[in-house]
């Protein structure tokens, strides 16, 4: 039975060998930077009585609270699947009625569609993890779709502007009632969508990287583990300041220069080749 074993042996140096990994292979993927202008920010109650009574509103902050992605496969290109992604925004909102500032939330959904390869497979894949046997769907048996994943960071936010209700028609292709609740409960609370007021609009910027994967297994050199010779430092939880003390100082969170390749600690400035994507100057 020794030719049913996995292909494994030494690769020439002690520890190391040739062993099998089953992982994801990347077959396409993609780097975007989307502009979305003049999308629709549902609002709660709150928030949409505060916009009737002002124009003056400014975006403090936002981030991505879920996303969803969908895989399709793209009829007459054989290997080509069309990736889906929606994207449910919080934002933080900020105007000044009676002299005071007043925040509130509100919540905006993105979509964008891209076109990777994804290659073809006709390998149905099980697994022992999947829990089949009580709860069966055929639907959901051996998908031999590529699996499409989403790396993005949060949002950054252009220009808002406040309009009359027959004024503008941003880019909306959903209501409320397409909104998961249980993301608006956990997010800013219940939206509304009144037949009379103003609606408020914003333009976002977002940078992703998407991708089209499949299982695979590969064959990589491996070494032993080998255990590490530093040992932990104990915590004295009877004296706190003692162990503050021992911590650097982050001079770099004071200075304004810390940037990716940057010299550090050598009195040494950044070349503009090492300055990377940050705006130090000077």
Known sequence: ??????????????????????????????????????????????????????????????????????????QFNCGFYQLTVRYYVTLNLETCMGGRPQEFNGLTVLEKRSVLYGGEGD????????????????????????????????????????????????????????????????????????DEGNRLFVSLGIFSVLRLQRPAQLLVNASDYSVPDKESVPVEESDPCKLFRTMSFPTNEFSGTNCPGQNQGNGTRPSPSDRGGCACRG
């Open 1 to 74: 039975m020794a030719e049913n074993r996995g292909i494994s042996g030494q690769a020439g140096g002690q520890g190391r060998e040739t062993v099998c990994i089953d992982t994801y292979r990347v077959l396409d993927s993609s780097r975007d930077r989307d502009c979305y202008e003049d999308v629709r920010v549902y609002l709660t109650q709150f928030g949409q009585e505060i916009i009737d009574r002002t124009c003056n509103v400014r975006v403090r902050g936002c981030e991505v609270a879920w996303c969803t992605v969908s895989v399709d496969p793209i």
């Open 123 to 194: 390998v149905k894949v099980y697994s022992s993890e999947d829990d089949s046997s009580c709860n069966f769907d055929p639907r959901d048996a051996g998908n031999k779709s590529p699996i499409g994943v989403v790396e993005t960071v949060d949002p950054i936010a252009l220009s808002v502007k406040v309009c009359d209700r027959g004024a503008m028609n941003g880019c909306c292709f959903c209501t409320c009632d397409q909104i998961p609740r249980e993301l608006t409960a956990n997010a800013i609370g219940d939206l509304v969508d009144p």
